[in-house]
């Protein structure tokens, strides 16, 4: 049974629901099955483990550069074939994955594979073609909702296939994952883009549109403070699998277990602005996840100058996690507020920037790794108090 919103035609059915709920899953799910065999691969291919937390990056930084182009080509030529495009290309990725001859070959076609996950931005721009009634709302709840079930269950899902298979296993769950959504898409997606945009298709337009956001105070302020915080978590991605086993002895096959717990706290950080959104305003919910940040920093220098055991050192993750769980929803609420008539491509750029922010951590915390948990705490500590600073200066110049 299809539902109406506000007069503006027929919602989509409970069937392609499930379905944009799968594909929204994808990068997370393409993101963080790979975590606990990172340093597996780069062994496996001769190279430095730590090295295997690009191949983490590499997707980010993909996906983050192709939000904008899919964004943009859905809004001029239609929401289904650009989803069945980047389907279809999402899975062919994954497939060459699976039979990379070496470990750059590999690192390129991760970065590929994440430049052409395009098809879970089109499928949130697909319920807001419905306008902003009380169904559109729950529809992209919903999405919202199946979006964070991937970090919690994705790395458990990478942990079993390395107990049972080897890596590459992990890619064929990837492509078929890819391929079944497809053949689903084709079958049932309808086209929901009733008013093309195709002069918004243009390098002009992303230009002018990126120039009048990017002098925004309150865009500038609410997206500096989550891309930063989440460069800080782009550490754990990147390194996470390869402390815990090198400095704490925790095989990957036991890594998703105790990754599963800094994703549940990255989870209650977001489930717990339902409940403060509803009864406090952003500036004071701001004000109060900063200081929570601070905190975890003041933790993480500590952990510079001592050797925590493990429970210690994955509680401090856990914490960081739990405060950028809670500085995401609300950083993205501020930095809309100036979007005006382009809340679509104000999304699209704020999600390059922050993937590009995800990568630039892993790459810093890979650099600075030491065959110890310091390049995990440093990273969070150089760009968790970035972004404390910059919520300051925000405060003392204020908004425009």
Known sequence: MTHRDEGQGPLLSPSVVWLLCAISMLPAVSTDIMLPATGIIAAQYGVREELGGLLVGGFLLGYGFGQVFWGLASDAYGRRPIILLSLGAMTLAAAGCIIAPNFWVLLGLRFVHGLCAGAPVVARAMTRDFGTGPKTVQLLSLLMATISIGPLLAPVVGSALLVLFDWRASFVVLAVFGATCCALAMRALPETQRNPRPERFSFAFVLQASRMLLCERDYLMGGGVIILTFAGYGSVLGLGAIVAEQSYGVTPQAFGAI???????????????????????????????????????????????????????????????LCFGTIMPTGTAIAMRPAGAMPGFAASLLGMLLMMGAFTGGSVATALYAQDHSAISLTMVIFGSAAVLLYAIYRVIGPR
């Open 259 to 321: 990754f599963f717990l800094a994703a549940a706290s990255n989870a209650l950080g977001s489930l717990s602005m339902r409940w403060f959104g509803a009864r406090y305003s952003l500036d004071s919910i701001m004000a109060v996840a900063i200081c929570m940040l601070l905190g975890t920093v003041a933790i993480h220098t500590l952990f510079l100058f001592i050797s925590p055991g493990l429970a210690p050192f994955w509680l401090g993750v856990c914490l960081y996690l």
